[in-house]
Nanobody, 126 residues
Framework: QVQLVESGGGLVQAGGSLRLSCAAS????????MGWFRQAPGKEREFVAV????????YYADSVKGRFTISRDNAKNTMYLQMNSLKPEDTAVYYC???????????????????WGQGTQVTVSS
């Protein structure tokens, strides 16, 4: 069993920054790719970013590229999402998730992830 707990969400004005954290327990954290997704009201859950096991490779959705940075600290079993230049359209619940060890699903598909956190709300006001 894996437990993921997100934190760091909140209300911020457009152009501002937030840093989300995802604390993991119950699994050898460093062995797995980790990802961030988000879901706005009435919309499907969408991919934000993914990072490989050692933090040396990351991929981003086009909508956040250049503004968001994903990182991880395996010694602390924690993953981060630094969000800069936030826009109102970034408003959503943000989830972290572990990429399943044996899956054929692409890293940008929610179905490729097996454990999820409870989510943290990010609201960007205009």
């Amino acid at each position: 069993q894996v437990q993921l707990v997100e934190s760091g969400g909140g209300l911020v004005q457009a152009g501002g920054s937030l840093r989300l954290s995802c604390a993991a327990s119950g699994r050898t954290f460093k062995d797995y790719r980790m990802g961030w997704f988000r879901q706005a009201p009435g919309k499907e859950r969408e991919f934000v970013a993914v990072i490989n096991w050692n933090g040396r490779s990351a991929y981003y959705a086009d909508s956040v590229k250049g503004r968001f940075t994903i990182s991880r600290d395996n010694a602390k079993n924690t993953m981060y999402l630094q969000m800069n230049s936030l826009k109102p359209e970034d408003t959503a619940v943000y989830y972290c998730a572990t990429y399943a060890a044996y899956t054929d699903e692409s890293y940008d598909q929610p179905s490729g992830y097996d454990y999820w956190g409870q989510g943290t709300q990010v609201t960007v006001s205009s």
